[in-house]
């Protein structure tokens, strides 16, 4: 019965559908951007026209006005997951976020509120720019790292995951010939477990698995035009460690604040001293002090060159060397249950070609070739040997070990404190602006 009651309606309704979907055609553009807002306002439509049809009249539907800009604006400020939109998207105005602003003290005072200062500031809007953007790059994508990174993964899964971040975010995938120069990432991510507090990253065919009771140091570095964001951080997935890391935080936390124009370098290593080995680390039911590793050091960086040739001691000495107006440096600490000195170990993965490298004969034809591909798609900048398989390299070790002996690229094996301690690092890349200190690595996470 129901069935043919509605039989003469039922023509009504076609008729008013028909009506409704040319409607919507004309705006089928904007309900696309608007799908998650409009949807419920498109069901209230569709109950109308069928109300209007069961009454057997029509009721003119009323335009919506698109609301195009604020819905855009909202989208585009969202990263995906993993991180693969251009960090240059989300922020279309080229208005990258500050790292953390912190006024100069005591005899700097007064460059805070120097026009002459602030005058020079400005001439260097490219230069913040540039910072501020490979900054916002590493900050998204650790914050995509810190989630997704668990036991149970290689660490040449962590490290592809990370560097094909660095590179989608940036916009060079450092395929192309030169492009890596011009951005992306800026050395190899650095997976350093345990004992290890440096310089190691997966070569191919590398099978080591994170577990739940390492202790691992995850330091990555992203470049804009060379300059280069170097900061990282220390992942634990055991309670146990936290005072180790707590320690080398406060230490790291500590460089920061002292660093800055006219301060000694002697000063601020030995209040990172201080702080660091005011902590103590209990494992296993054993109590361990937390030593500063003393042959590691932060360092400057100057454009292209991740190491510019100062050193920022991480304890007490006698380098009177000050920090200067308009530099750069990486604030790094590095805390350790062990001896607190470290030497090199294991098979080596990081490389770098000398800024002053000699000009040599080179009688190995493979080492040509080779110094040919890394002048070209790295300059100075550091790399590994996963970044020349991925050029498409191959049997190139005896080159590159020729390029080593020969004194044309620098070879830093892994670092290593003694089997069975553990190891933590935080680092922090900081600008001395004329009028500010700017913490361009800071986030909400350390």
Not at 132 to 145: C, D, K, L, T, Y
Not at 357 to 362: D, G, H, I, M, Q
């Amino acid at each position: 019965m129901a069935a043919k009651a509605s039989e003469g309606l039922e023509k009504l309704k076609i008729d008013d559908t028909k009506k409704t979907n040319g409607a919507s055609n004309g705006t089928a553009a904007v309900d696309i951007e608007h799908d998650a807002e409009d949807s419920d306002e498109e069901k209230d439509d569709e109950v109308v026209a069928g109300e209007a049809g069961a009454n057997g009249t029509t009721k003119k539907k009323k335009k919506r006005k698109p609301k195009k800009k604020k819905n855009a604006a909202s989208s585009a400020k969202l990263q995906s997951d993993p991180p693969r939109v251009l960090v240059s998207n989300l922020f279309p105005n080229g208005q990258y976020p500050e790292g953390e602003i912190v006024e100069y003290r005591n005899e700097n005072s007064y460059r805070t509120t120097s026009e002459e200062k602030r005058h020079l500031d400005r001439m260097n809007n490219d230069f913040l720019t540039e910072y501020r953007e490979g900054a916002e790059i590493h900050r998204q994508v650790r914050h995509w790292a810190q989630k997704n990174i668990k036991p149970g993964q290689t660490l040449t899964e962590i490290a592809e995951g990370i560097e094909n971040g660095t590179r989608a975010l940036s916009g060079h995938w450092g395929l192309e010939e030169g492009d890596n120069l011009k951005g992306g990432v800026g050395f190899p991510t650095g997976l350093s477990l345990n004992h290890i507090a440096a310089h190691y990253t997966p070569n191919a065919g590398n099978k080591i698995v994170l577990q739940q009771d390492d202790v691992m140091k995850v330091d990555f570095g992203v470049h804009i035009n060379g300059r280069i964001v170097d900061s990282a951080w220390t992942m634990t997935f055991n309670p146990t460690y936290d005072n180790l890391l707590a320690a080398v935080k406060d230490a790291t936390n500590t460089g920061v604040r002292e660093a800055g124009i006219d301060v000694r370098m002697s000063d601020i290593g030995a209040a990172i001293q201080e702080a660091m080995e005011s902590y103590e680390c209990e494992i296993d039911g054993k109590t361990f002090p937390v030593k500063c590793i003393r042959n590691l050091n932060g360092h400057d960086i100057i454009q292209n060159c991740i190491h510019g040739g100062k050193s920022v001691p991480i304890v007490k000495g006698g380098d009177q060397t000050k920090m200067e107006e308009g530099e750069t440096f990486a604030i790094e600490t590095f805390g350790s249950t062990g001896k607190g000195y470290v030497r090199d170990d294991l098979e080596t993965s990081h490389y770098a070609r000398k800024p002053d490298a000699p000009n040599v004969s080179l009688r190995v034809s493979s080492a040509r070739t080779l110094l040919n591909v890394i002048n070209k798609n790295f300059g100075t900048l550091p790399f590994c040997r996963r970044y020349l398989d991925r050029l498409g390299q191959d049997k190139y070790l005896l080159g590159l070990n020729n390029l080593v002996s020969s004194g044309i690229v620098e070879a830093y094996p892994p670092l290593c404190d003694v089997k069975g301690s553990y190891t933590a690092q935080f680092e922090h890349t900081i600008l001395l602006r004329p009028n500010v200190k700017e913490v361009i690595s800071r986030g909400d996470d350390y």
